[in-house]
């Protein structure tokens, strides 16, 4: 059974920085690219990244420039860092594999 587990959200101040993570199980994690995906409020869900199995990660537009996704095989885990926090980046943040979804970690951009 395939999980993922989001952490690292929180509040953080405009123009401050912030790694999210995502610790991946029940998957061959070495084999699989996942994404990140957000949803601000009122808004519909959107994706921000994808990070490959190799090679670079690919980023929505408006993620380019700011945030830098990664991945640590040998933790299952991937992240997402978030630089010069803008309050429009305030949303919970997902992590999706195979059409499995993790419960999200909120993030809060606010003075």
């Known amino acids: 059974q395939v999980q993922l587990v989001e952490s690292g959200g929180g509040l953080v101040q405009p123009g401050g920085s912030l790694k999210l993570s995502c610790l991946a199980s029940g998957i061959i994690f070495s084999h699989n690219a996942l994404d990140w995906y957000r949803q601000a409020p009122g808004k519909q869900r959107e994706w921000v990244a994808t990070i490959p199995t190799g090679g670079s990660t690919v980023y929505a537009e408006f993620a380019k420039g700011r945030f830098a996704g990664s991945r640590d095989n040998a933790k299952n885990t991937v992240f997402l860092q978030i630089n010069n926090t803008k309050p429009a980046d305030t949303a919970v943040y997902y992590c999706?594999?195979?059409?499995?979804w993790g419960k999200g970690t909120l993030v809060t951009v606010s003075s």
């Open positions: 999706s594999t195979n059409n499995v």
